[in-house]
């Protein structure tokens, strides 16, 4: 009888032992299925003026993130004032440093920073996130001296002139020719940064040292990214971006049918973000309503020459979920 009873425990803890694992097994294969369901999502935030960052939850990808904000008059350019702002006031001979109370709640990692060109509202807090991040900056030569100057090792450096085309562990990089924002007809604070240069740097140390585009590709997406109001069009005919985040500042005007030929070189990409559009010059939590309103023009044009694209008006530190494409 005691042997009955022993072998019928041991049966019943072994069914109960079976049925807990296949309950937990299942369980976990729902949680691998939720996890799997996230993998290849892309998000793209803004962070500013030209900065975004773009991730896919492994590899972090800034661009151009200015995060300072700052305000700026200038010969050529001036920043707008936002009401109640007392911040003080910088001109083309001020130093500057990084707001690195803002940088740090923004910026927790980074694995590359991809800078357009070498203007202040581009380029000024870029050596300070890479050696916060120890992420690897793609840019010009003079990018590379701003970089070099605050203490950035060569190794974290990589130059390019427009053309390359990297392929990286997670994602590749085309690098694209392009020319900068001209402002009543001029192009603004051109010029190329020396090599010798050292901080602390005025305003008018960052000058432009040439521009260029970005083709990203990450997670079955390419997204094409633009840091002023200019573009090659030769340069980016034949490029089939799913989303295109397009400079959409004023000075657009200044470039003959700037929206129509850019969107139909690109071949009516289906998801525009316009980028380089705000009063960056306002802290963030200054209203944008009036560079909002501006940008409905922007909108109607690209509405105009695709009326199938989808425009998104970005805001500060909201990201935008693209959903997983094949390879």
Do not use: C
Not at 224 to 241: A, H, Q, V, W
């Amino acid at each position: 009888m005691k042997r009955q009873i022993l072998i019928i425990t041991v049966l019943v803890t072994v069914m109960v032992s079976v049925v807990l694992s296949l309950i937990g097994g299942k369980k976990g294969m729902a949680q691998s299925a939720a996890n799997t369901g996230n993998i290849g999502k892309v998000r793209l935030t803004h962070l500013g003026a030209a900065g975004w960052e773009i991730t896919d939850g492994k590899t972090v990808i800034l661009v151009d993130p200015y995060l300072s904000r700052i305000r700026y008059y200038g010969p050529v350019v001036k920043t707008a004032d936002a009401p109640g702002d007392t911040r003080p006031v910088f001109g083309p001979d001020d130093l500057v440093v990084p707001d690195t109370t803002t940088i740090d709640a923004h910026i927790k990692r980074a694995d590359f920073i991809l800078v357009h060109h070498s203007h202040f509202d581009h380029m000024m807090d870029v050596p300070y996130i890479a050696r916060k991040t120890g992420a690897s900056i793609v840019g010009t030569e003079s990018t590379a001296n701003i970089a070099r100057a605050y203490g950035v090792p060569d190794e974290k450096l990589i130059i390019v002139r427009g053309g390359e085309d990297y392929e990286f562990s997670d994602f590749s990089l085309k690098v694209i020719p392009s020319i900068h924002t001209v402002a009543r007809k001029h192009y603004i604070r051109p010029g190329i940064v020396p090599r010798d240069i050292k901080p602390p740097l005025r305003i008018r140390d960052f000058v432009e040292g040439g521009s260029l585009a970005y083709f990203v590709r990450l997670g079955g997406h390419q997204i094409l990214t633009f840091g002023s109001m200019n573009y090659i069009e030769r340069e980016i005919e034949g490029l089939r971006p799913d989303v295109a985040l397009v400079g959409a500042g004023q000075r657009r005007l200044e470039i003959y049918d700037y929206t129509g030929r850019l969107i139909r070189a690109l071949g009516y990409p289906p998801l525009v973000i316009p980028t380089h559009w705000d009063d960056y010059g306002f802290p963030y939590q200054a209203s944008q309503e009036e560079a909002i309103q501006r940008l409905e023009s922007f909108v109607n044009e690209v509405k105009t020459v695709s009326p199938k694209t989808r425009v998104v008006i970005p805001k500060y530190f909201e990201p935008i979920t693209l959903e997983p494409r094949g390879e």
